[in-house]
């Protein structure tokens, strides 16, 4: 075993050289790869996909809807399980897997590390996700899901969905890690770029959160095997997983989003981001008011009721009310740190600015929902404020995507297809919400709570009409996403986009596009937040005051 | 030195544990009871209060550990290793067993609702890629070469990989064969059996004539004749087995076999 004890500083020289055995090409390149970029790729393109089938099942659940008498695509008693594959699918395959996917290749780069900390962990998060993912459709397919008849096909489902959480929460523990560990010499966690930042923060509540759904998951599949004793069998599973479509966990999936948002605009204000502390600060407040798992529906021992304590009690409206605060202050600081610059109206620009508006638009419709009086609990004003929560958190992602285009694919994304689809995109969202907030002030409860059942004769056909025309605004916010991973699959024109195309902040733009293996061959120095900005100025002062002297 | 993250989740936790004790006063809380955890009076609503509290206490304790760790600052980690720089992440080199997990997961999982075999087989699964894995990892690390460590880890491996591969390919196949015989008829069974011994041996001497024959040629080849071997199998398994006609005396014996041991005892007289 003498080779085994080779000088440690040997082996560390020759770690960065590069490998001498050919590297796998192909497929076994995709399949083996414990590539950051390439896992973070493959992560980014199959939650979009998910995400655009979670779409399509969305629209069909609407136009059912529409006539509340008969049943015009599923049977009667398929619709409720049809809501929660679309919400299934676009949490926990949907959103959360793209944000981590943009996490996954982006982080690394951000804070001047070679690779993630965990990377055939991640490898194995991504293969399990989508192994998972595909039994949670499979166990719909087999009348399995909440509200299925066949408890094995019920129980495949909550296994399987345990797997996908499990996934999640390992590539979350990778990406927090990178960000807690492995920051380039000068980076302290004050000069963490934003969007590194709202990781390291989202993903621990995340790490905060999924497991407890994981545990809830676990009793349920115990319940459902063993008796169906105090959960209601496949009825109840849903109320198990439901909290995480509620406020405030809700929130704690567009933390990333908040980053990605961050990260964007003081690129295009050609500025530094106004007052970087307090937006960390927000950003974090954002996310420790998002820790949601105490906010659940709870069970009883003799499964009849469901108690809800915590329903309008002091700390839920608190939280309803604060997480406001936030991404007001956040929108004001972009506001500001866009009035102050030198806007140019790129891509990135026009995608992230609308997310953080549905954000918001969402985020305050929690607080209304909070009102008691209102009645808003349990209706359809919820699935919009979902709709907008995840619509908003989604087109950040995909502003993220345009963004960082260079680095993922080494290209730009076409302007056109990408701009049209971020905002069919923005419009479909708020076209899907707003008849489904107005629907449920008419007190149309939540598709898989009875949907028209109690609202007055009087307004069924107006609350009839509002379902379809949500239908159609999530059609088109489909439409949009599909134009806009048309644009990512297009092939690039012409030369690459350079190393830095949109005169960048943070060091994922000091290196190429796309980068190597290995990320970095040096780093510049890092004494603020934005070392690449610095660096620009630097050379641009030292070229001003040249000048004159010659 | 008090760094950027102690600094926040400091102020978290104080303010946290102001809201508790307001939370806890406002709730119906009477004297010293929020501050003393409720040991010298009432805390109002114990599930809020409880909530806040801890959310104080996890958040300080983090802090405390943020300090201690100097956020994990790069300077804080060359200081602690000895060294003037931070010691290189080396990126990781491919390796399929992460997909294979993610099959063994969800063969775990699809056996929790079905068969038990398929239970036992994802844990064998998971079981198999946690030794490689670990000794993938291990032998990454043992030197700066990664074409030295290839071959210290085939080295570790090899010997029990091929012996395994083999045995689990010669039960394969068995299997898989046994099934398709039992479902054709007597005389095609023969046949078919015929003909798998003939493509083996063709294939095999098609391999060993060909020495620079390409890897990826040879992988394929085993890949497609373990696709067909498994796809028949099951087929056959499926279609179930051909009916088998009865002897009647034979009592289950077969020609050729030794004869059922008789009732009564014999004697045998040796010399006289």
Known sequence: ?550 | MITTGSKWFFGLGIVSLVLAFAYGWTTGGNGLGPLTVGYKGGVGDHFGYGLLLTAALVSIFLGVVATAARDADAEAVAQVAGTETVPPVVPAGASYWPPVAAFGVALVVVGLVTEAILFVAGLVVIGVVLVEWTVQTWADRATGDPEVNRRIRNRIMAPIEYPAAAALTLAVLAVALSRVFLALSAEAAVWVALGVGVVIVGVGFFIASRPRISPNVVVGLLVAGAVIAIGVGVAAGVAGTREFEEHEGDHGAEEGALPAPLAAPVTVEVGS
């Not at chain 1, 008498?69 to 809501?83: H, K, N, Q, W, Y």
């Not at chain 1, 239908?471 to 996403?481: E, H, N, S």
């Not at chain 1, 900005?533 to 030292?542: F, G, Q, T």
């Open chain 1, 1 to 550: 075993m003498t080779v085994t004890e080779a000088p440690r500083d040997a082996a560390l020289e020759a770690a960065a050289a590069p490998s001498p055995s050919a590297p796998p090409t192909g497929l076994a390149a995709v399949v083996g790869s414990g590539d950051p970029r390439t896992i973070g790729k493959l992560f980014v393109g199959t939650s979009l996909l998910f995400l655009l089938a979670a779409g399509v099942i969305g629209v069909l659940t609407g136009v059912e809807v529409y006539d509340s008498t008969g049943s015009e695509i599923f049977a009667a008693d398929t619709l409720p399980r049809m809501v929660t594959l679309q919400a299934t699918g676009a949490l926990f395959l949907g959103v959360l897997p793209l944000l981590l996917g943009l996490a996954t290749a982006i982080v690394p780069l951000q804070v001047g590390a070679a690779t993630v900390a965990f990377p055939r962990a991640t490898a194995a998060a991504y293969w399990t996700w989508l192994v998972s993912g595909a039994l949670v459709i499979a166990a719909y397919g087999i009348d399995g899901g909440p509200f299925g008849r066949d408890v094995d096909a019920v129980s495949l489902y909550v296994g399987a969905l345990v797997a996908v959480i499990v996934a999640l929460a390992v590539a979350t523990i990778s990406v927090v890690t990178t960000v807690a560990t492995l920051r380039a010499p000068g980076m302290t966690l004050r000069r963490t770029p934003l969007f590194s930042w709202s990781v390291l923060v989202g993903g621990s509540v995340w790490l905060l959160t999924l497991p407890v759904l994981a545990a809830d998951l676990v009793v349920t599949w115990v319940d459902l095997r063993y008796g169906q004793q105090f959960l209601r069998g496949p009825d109840g599973v849903w109320e198990r997983v439901a909290w995480m479509f509620w406020q405030p966990t809700l929130y704690v999936a567009a933390v990333p989003a908040l980053g990605v948002i961050a990260d964007v605009v003081p690129v295009f204000a050609q500025r530094r981001h106004q007052r970087h502390r307090v937006a960390m600060f927000l950003i974090g407040a954002a996310a420790a008011l998002g820790t949601g798992s105490w906010a659940q529906v709870g069970a009883s021992a003799d499964g009849s009721v469901n108690p809800t304590d915590w329903l309008f009690e002091g700390p839920w409206i608190a939280v309803s009310f604060l997480a406001i605060v936030p991404i007001l202050g956040l929108l004001g600081l972009w506001t500001l740190t866009l009035f102050t610059g030198r806007v140019r109206l790129g891509t990135p620009l026009i995608l992230v600015v609308p997310a953080g508006l549905l954000l918001l638009l969402g985020i305050g419709a929690g607080g209304a929902t909070a009102v008691k009086g209102a009645g808003l609990v349990n209706t359809t004003w919820m699935t919009a404020q979902a709709t907008l929560v995840l619509l908003g958190a989604a087109l950040a992602g995909l502003g993220g995507v345009a963004f960082w285009a260079p680095k993922l694919y080494g290209k730009l994304l076409p302007d056109g297809a990408t701009r049209l689809g971020g905002t069919l995109v923005f419009l479909g969202a708020l076209v899907a919400a707003v008849p489904l907030a107005v629907a449920g002030t008419l007190d149309q409860a939540r598709l898989v709570s009875g949907g028209t059942a109690e609202v007055a004769p009087g307004d069924v056909d107006t609350v009839e009409v509002l379902n379809l025309v949500s239908a159609v605004g999530l059609g088109v916010a489909v439409l949009g996403g599909l134009l806009a991973g048309l644009a990512m699959m297009a092939r690039r024109r012409g030369e690459g986009p350079g190393d830095d195309p949109w005169g960048g902040h943070t060091l994922e733009w000091a290196t190429s596009s796309p980068p190597p293996i290995g990320h970095f061959a040096s780093l510049p120095e890092i004494t603020s937040e934005a070392p690449v900005y610095d660096a620009r100025h630097a050379a641009a002062a030292s070229a001003s005051t040249e000048a004159p002297a010659r």
